[in-house]
């Protein structure tokens, strides 16, 4: 079947010409033919040379190229992609590990698969699409998942339904695509996590910031730390094995909350080190003066798209002077932003201006991202999102 053609207007055929994978709405000059969401496109300059295919859409990412070449993409096309990401996630000792079987294995544009989210658990992936062409591909990717694995993967499961426009509210539902009733139980660096996957937010735990809980457990010895928007916990646990003297987990949401409590008594079983508290994480923190000496700030999104931009930056302003405020003298605070929209050098400004305005005398002591298995498309910037400051606070 012959595709659409999607010719783009002089001069703004530059960004997909340094491999950016994102086609604007706005660059459109003509469309030849006429192409449902989901569809495969051509696209072409204004002089008929072809830059790429990829999924298109209606919306204002109009086209998400898949490949700059002139390739069928197929099910062999697919495999290779897969079996390439695979392959990175072999070379850096993630797959097979004894001590850690939750990772990411489709980032998205970083794995030159833009829309298409996968991160196994244990024995189960977890699919998650963020455009129709990628969901419509679903039972296939399924398929080149239980033949990469082999009996090593008992489980695929789709979790598209709530992250795929709003056209297809109603349409797509979540649930199996190869086996059920998985274990929910997923280890990181010795530590087990209840994983929900059918109702937690994202895929079901924030594989990001791996590496960066394990650096927490190494500043977490004799200190009471304060582990803001804690979600199931990750942190928590990781300054209890460290050797807190005590670790406040708060969330707004009691289910992550209960979740939370149950990591713990699994890891900890009649700890008493640890409380968590379900309530608004502001208001939490109205009330800490002096209490803690490591606290961590890894609020959601502020910001998913950029006419919200100066709303977002001035809550990470507000959230960051509360603790610089309340933090005990010679504190650290570990901050984070993983919204797309807000580039390091803005976050670390922002965190900055906060400093500024609480008078405290703080240092950098790292600068955090994401992990290898989060990599980043050097001609797609917007792929780096997590950014993260440890802070000395005197």
Known sequence: MERTKIVLKSGKDQSVRRFHPWVFSGAIKKMYGTASEGDLVEVYDNKDELLGIGHYSPGSIAVRILTFDSEEV???????????????????GLVNNSQTNLYRLIHAEGDNMPGLIIDVYGSTAVVQCHSIGMWQNRE?????LME????????????????????????????????????????????????????GQKTGFFIDQRENRRLLEFYSKGRNVLNMFCYT??????????????VHSVDSS?????????????????????????????KFMDDMKDKYDLVVLDPPAFAKHRNVLSNAVQGYKRLNV?????????????????SQVVSA????????????????????????????????????????????LVLMVD
């Not at 296939?140 to 080149?144: S, V, Y």
């Not at 149950?262 to 608004?280: L, Q, T």
Request: charged share 20%; net charge negative.
């Open 148 to 199: 990469m694995y082999g009996p090593d993967l008992t489980a695929v499961y789709d979790k598209s339904a709530e992250s795929l426009p709003k056209t297809m509210e109603g349409v797509a539902q979540s649930g199996y695509l190869a086996g059920d009733d998985s274990d929910p139980v997923a280890m990181e660096y010795g530590l087990n996590f209840h994983v929900d996957w059918t109702h």
């Open 74 to 92: 197929d099910a062999d096309f697919w495999r290779n992609r897969f079996h390439n990401a695979y392959a990175l996630r072999q070379s850096l």
């Open 345 to 388: 050098d803005l976050f670390r400004k922002t965190v900055f201006t906060a400093a500024a305005i609480s008078g405290r005398k703080v240092r950098i002591l790292h600068q955090m991202a994401q992990p290898a298995d989060h990599p980043i498309n050097i001609y797609h910037p917007e792929s780096e999102y997590l950014k993260g």
């Open 254 to 282: 009691a289910r992550a909350i209960d979740i939370t409590n149950k990591n713990v008594e699994m890891n900890f079983p009649g700890d008493e080190r640890h409380e968590a508290f379900a309530v608004d994480a502001f």
């Open 233 to 246: 916990g990750g942190f928590s646990f990781y300054a209890m094995r460290g050797g807190a003297n005590l």
């Open 140 to 144: 296939l990717f399924a398929e080149i």
């Open 322 to 338: 509360k603790a610089f405020h309340n933090i005990k003298k010679g504190g650290i605070l570990f901050t984070f932003s993983c």
